[in-house]
T-cell receptor
C-alpha cells in the first residue's frame, strides 16, 4: 500500500514551453502533497506544500507564477513549470501524506526534466 | 538554510565494513527519518525514529537519536556493494507540516 506515482518519469522540452508533472496517490487519499526539486548530487529542496482544494504554500525563493501547483483532488496534484528554461532542468519529486500530520510521507519515483 | 547537515559528505568503504553517517538538524522535531536514493532514482524509506525514541533497529540498520544535541546517526553493518547510494536524513518539525532533508552522504561500498 501507500504507493505514489509520477508521470512522466522523464521529459525533454524546448526552452519557453510549459511542462506539467502529475503526482498521484494510488491507494490512499492524500490530505497533503509536497513538491521537491533536486539538482545533481544535491539534496531535496522543498518547493511547496499543497492541500486539496486550497492554494499551495510556497517556500521562500520559489516563484509561484513559475511553478504552478494544482491539488484538485485527494489523489492528484500537478506541478506545471511555466516557460521552462535550462536552469529549470532538475529532478522533481512529489510526496504525499496520509491523514494526521505526524504520519510518514510517501515519495514518488521522481520526474527528470531537461530543458534544451 | 532549510537543510540540516550531514557528515561525512562522502564515504568510501570496503564490503563487509560498517558505515556510519551522521545528521544534525536545527529545529525541534516530531520525528526523523532516513532515506536511501540510488543515483537518479526516487527515495526509499529506511527507518523512522520518533522524538521520544533513542535507538531503533531494522535488519542491518541501526539509528540513534539525541534530541539534546539535535543529531542522529545511521549505522549500516556488514555493508554490501548494493548499499552504494546516497543517504539522507529528513526531519518533521513539531508543527508536523513539512519534512526537511539534510544534505546527504554519498556512500561507496567497494566489492
Amino acid at each position: 500500500g501507500a504507493v505514489v506515482s509520477q508521470h512522466p518519469s522523464w521529459v525533454i522540452c524546448k526552452s519557453g514551453t510549459s511542462v506539467k508533472i502529475e503526482c498521484r496517490s494510488l491507494d490512499f487519499q492524500a490530505t497533503t502533497m509536497f513538491w521537491y526539486r533536486q539538482f545533481p548530487k544535491q539534496s531535496l529542496m522543498l518547493m511547496a506544500t499543497s492541500n486539496e482544494g486550497s492554494k499551495a504554500t510556497y517556500e521562500q525563493g520559489v516563484e509561484k507564477d513559475k511553478f504552478l501547483i494544482n491539488h484538485a483532488s485527494l489523489t492528484l496534484s500537478t506541478l506545471t513549470v511555466t516557460s521552462a528554461h535550462p536552469e529549470d532542468s532538475s529532478f522533481y519529486i512529489c510526496s504525499a501524506k496520509v491523514g494526521r500530520s505526524y504520519n510518514e510521507q510517501f515519495f514518488g519515483p521522481g520526474t527528470r526534466l531537461t530543458v534544451l | 538554510s532549510q537543510q540540516g547537515e550531514e557528515d561525512p559528505q562522502a564515504l568510501s568503504i570496503q564490503e563487509g565494513e560498517n558505515a556510519t553517517m551522521n545528521c544534525s538538524y536545527k529545529t525541534s522535531i516530531n520525528n526523523l527519518q532516513w532515506y536511501r536514493q540510488n543515483s537518479g532514482r526516487g527515495l526509499v524509506h529506511l527507518i523512522l525514529i520518533r522524538s521520544n525514541e533513542r535507538e531503533k533497529h531494522s535488519g542491518r540498520l541501526r539509528v540513534t537519536l539525541d534530541t539534546s544535541k539535535k543529531s542522529s546517526s545511521l549505522l549500516i553493518t556488514a555493508s554490501r556493494a548494493a548499499d552504494t547510494a546516497s543517504y539522507f536524513c529528513a526531519t518533521l518539525n513539531t508543527g508536523g507540516f513539512k519534512t526537511i532533508f539534510g544534505a546527504g552522504t554519498r556512500l561507496f561500498v567497494k566489492a
